[in-house]
Nanobody, 126 residues
Framework: QVQLRQSGEVLAQAGDSLGLSCTAS?????????????VGWFRHNSGKEREFVAA???????HYGDPVKGRSTISRDNSKNTVNLRMNSLKPEDTAVYYC???????????????WGQGTQVTVSA
């Protein structure tokens, strides 16, 4: 069974930077290795829909959601089964629970992603 383990809670101030990590362990039922999956980051606030943040394809293509575009970088280290997300110039509206997940397709809607991480609370104060 695959597990995605995310880094811990982040408390930051507006203008700070953060780094989140997502590390996979276990075996995928498809037989694919971690390197064969798209990894996405989403965020969620109570009462709102889950919002796309960033995704990286198996060959390193990246895509970012409009709210974080230009101040975020997603990267992967397949030797460590890890995907990292760095966000700069944090804003209070970045406050949310962030989740990583995997998909066999390079797309940006949460419905087809599976093997979700446990979530990481990010709180940005003004």
């Amino acid at each position: 069974q695959v597990q995605l383990r995310q880094s811990g809670e982040v408390l930051a101030q507006a203008g700070d930077s953060l780094g989140l990590s997502c590390t996979a362990s276990g075996s995928f039922a498809s037989g694919r290795s971690f390197s064969g999956y798209t990894v996405g980051w989403f965020r969620h606030n109570s009462g709102k829909e889950r919002e796309f943040v960033a995704a990286i394809s198996p060959n390193g293509d990246t895509h970012y959601g409009d709210p974080v575009k230009g101040r975020s970088t997603i990267s992967r280290d397949n030797s460590k089964n890890t995907v990292n997300l760095r966000m700069n110039s944090l804003k209070p509206e970045d406050t949310a629970v962030y989740y990583c997940a995997v998909d066999i397709i390079f797309q940006f809607k949460p419905q087809t992603y599976h093997y979700w991480g446990q979530g990481t609370q990010v709180t940005v104060s003004a």
